[in-house]
């Protein structure tokens, strides 16, 4: 990276968190925004979807959806409404998708995609490589790789400071009807292990865990995340009829988004 801007996570770590927000995403916007995110502008990618990015020095929370008109991205439009994107950070998409093969997971080629962004007044292009695991085998939400080839586009430190205090993601929790079958698949899509305990299975994907716990369906069912300080959440949480907002302790807090089928853990570390 140059010009002193955060550095992309490293080969194996969480790249970003996807919620898919479908033809929402004017209202997923307004909302993420009222409670104190800064969201980068709205992107639109070639292939066809449009995000919102909320950005912090690791990995990163997305909204993606379909645009109103024109293409119209098959694979968002086929995914599950809401929690649904697991992403490891690539440093090089083919040496990738051949160590996926080498595992038994017949990845399909690298996908490449761009979207337009303005830095310093110009627009340049953010270019991206994506690589898939099978779906099938992950009902949960799509799972896949991505190679940032413009980082520098990507992570900016004016889209670092949150109103909220927004710092990063903790824990992202997957329930399976069946963690101990799931939870080497993972393992293996990730290139991270996964260790049991007291029926949970966790793996590490640079500072963020990924639990898979006993669940009656296969879901994303929680994203928990940290934050400098809870007080300039709570005070915007609780002026939003969307949001539902209870406090567990002076650190700790869980935040409810109904309408996009959300439960967020909070943490503050200051």
């Given at each position: 990276?140059?010009?002193?801007?955060?550095?992309?996570?490293?080969?194996?770590?969480?790249?970003?968190?996807?919620?898919?927000v479908?033809?929402?995403?004017?209202?997923?916007?307004?909302?993420?925004?009222?409670?104190?995110?800064?969201?980068?502008?709205?992107?639109?990618?070639?292939?066809?979807?449009?995000?919102?990015?909320?950005?912090?020095?690791?990995?990163?929370?997305e909204?993606?959806?379909?645009?109103?008109?024109?293409?119209q991205?098959?694979?968002v439009?086929?995914?599950?409404?809401?929690?649904?994107?697991?992403?490891?950070a690539?440093?090089?998409?083919?040496?990738?998708?051949?160590?996926?093969?080498?595992?038994?997971?017949?990845?399909?080629?690298?996908?490449?995609?761009?979207?337009?962004?303005?830095?310093?007044?110009?627009?340049?292009?953010?270019?991206?490589?994506?690589?898939?695991?099978?779906?099938?085998?992950?009902?949960?939400?799509?799972?896949?790789?991505?190679?940032h080839?413009?980082?520098?586009?990507?992570?900016?430190?004016?889209?670092l400071?949150?109103?909220?205090?927004?710092?990063?993601?903790?824990?992202?929790?997957?329930?399976?009807?069946?963690?101990?079958?799931?939870?080497?698949?993972?393992?293996?899509?990730?290139?991270?292990?996964?260790?049991?305990?007291?029926?949970?299975?966790?793996?590490?994907?640079?500072?963020?865990?990924?639990?898979?716990?006993?669940?009656?369906?296969?879901?994303?069912?929680?994203?928990?995340?940290?934050?400098?300080?809870?007080?300039?959440?709570?005070?915007?949480?609780?002026?939003?009829?969307?949001?539902?907002?209870?406090?567990?302790g002076?650190?700790?807090?869980?935040?409810?988004?109904?309408?996009?089928?959300?439960?967020?853990?909070?943490?503050?570390?200051?």
């Amino acid at each position: 990276m140059t010009g002193g801007h955060p550095a992309a996570p490293a080969d194996g770590a969480l790249d970003h968190v996807v919620i898919n927000v479908l033809r929402r995403m004017d209202e997923a916007a307004d909302l993420f925004a009222a409670l104190g995110f800064r969201l980068t502008p709205r992107g639109h990618h070639s292939l066809g979807s449009i995000n919102h990015l909320m950005m912090t020095p690791g990995p990163y929370l997305e909204l993606v959806g379909v645009p109103e008109n024109g293409a119209q991205r098959q694979d968002v439009l086929d995914s599950p409404f809401g929690l649904n994107g697991l992403v490891v950070a690539s440093r090089d998409a083919d040496a990738t998708q051949a160590r996926l093969a080498a595992v038994g997971l017949a990845a399909g080629q690298p996908v490449a995609f761009t979207r337009p962004v303005i830095v310093g007044g110009r627009e340049e292009a953010a270019r991206f490589r994506t690589v898939r695991v099978p779906a099938h085998l992950f009902p949960a939400g799509r799972l896949y790789h991505c190679e940032h080839l413009t980082p520098d586009f990507v992570w900016r430190t004016e889209w670092l400071d949150h109103p909220n205090g927004f710092s990063g993601i903790d824990t992202l929790t997957i329930e399976s009807p069946a963690p101990e079958a799931d939870a080497p698949l993972y393992a293996a899509a990730s290139g991270a292990p996964a260790e049991a305990a007291g029926g949970v299975w966790t793996l590490r994907l640079g500072e963020t865990r990924i639990a898979i716990v006993p669940g009656l369906a296969a879901r994303f069912a929680a994203l928990a995340l940290r934050f400098r300080g809870l007080d300039a959440l709570e005070a915007r949480a609780a002026a939003l009829p969307a949001a539902t907002w209870v406090r567990h302790g002076p650190d700790t807090a869980e935040l409810t988004l109904p309408a996009f089928g959300l439960r967020l853990p909070c943490r503050a570390a200051p």
